[in-house]
């Protein structure tokens, strides 16, 4: 079954921490882009980063540059975003996808696959 699995989400305070995961199973992992998403209530999704899985090359939104990392464990077929010096801001459901088009990586017209999502909450 293709699937990507979200974990790590959570409530934590204004300037701390949390580190999502994103498992892939059931298509060709080393082909794709793997992508990381956020929507907040009443606001559009927006593209917050993404790794091709082949190059290790990256995408930052400028709004979460700095702060968080995107990487890549080939060998577990997984995607992390750490995420460091978290503002109320970056409330928001953090979803997984994945796409072919590595140009496209924080267009979410362009994700072939998307994860159920996980909800990250700072508190002010």
């Known amino acids: 079954e293709v699937q990507l699995v979200e974990s790590g989400g959570g409530l934590v305070h204004t300037g701390g921490s949390l580190r999502l995961s994103c498992a892939a199973s059931?298509?060709?992992?080393?082909?794709?882009?793997i992508a990381w998403f956020r929507q907040a209530p009443g606001k559009e999704r927006e593209g917050v980063s993404c790794?091709?899985?082949?190059?290790?090359?990256?995408f930052y939104a400028n709004s979460v540059k700095g702060r968080f990392t995107i990487s890549s464990d080939n060998a577990k077929n997984t995607v992390n975003l750490q995420m460091n010096g978290l503002k109320p801001e970056d409330t928001a459901v953090y979803y997984c996808?994945?796409?072919?088009?590595?140009?496209?990586?924080?267009?979410?017209?362009?994700?072939?696959?998307w994860g159920k999502g996980t909800l990250v909450t700072v508190s002010s």
């Open positions: 996808a994945a796409t072919v088009m590595h140009r496209l990586c924080a267009r979410d017209y362009a994700m072939d696959i």
């Open positions: 059931g298509f060709p992992f080393d082909d794709y882009t």
């Open positions: 790794i091709g899985i082949s190059d290790d090359s990256t």
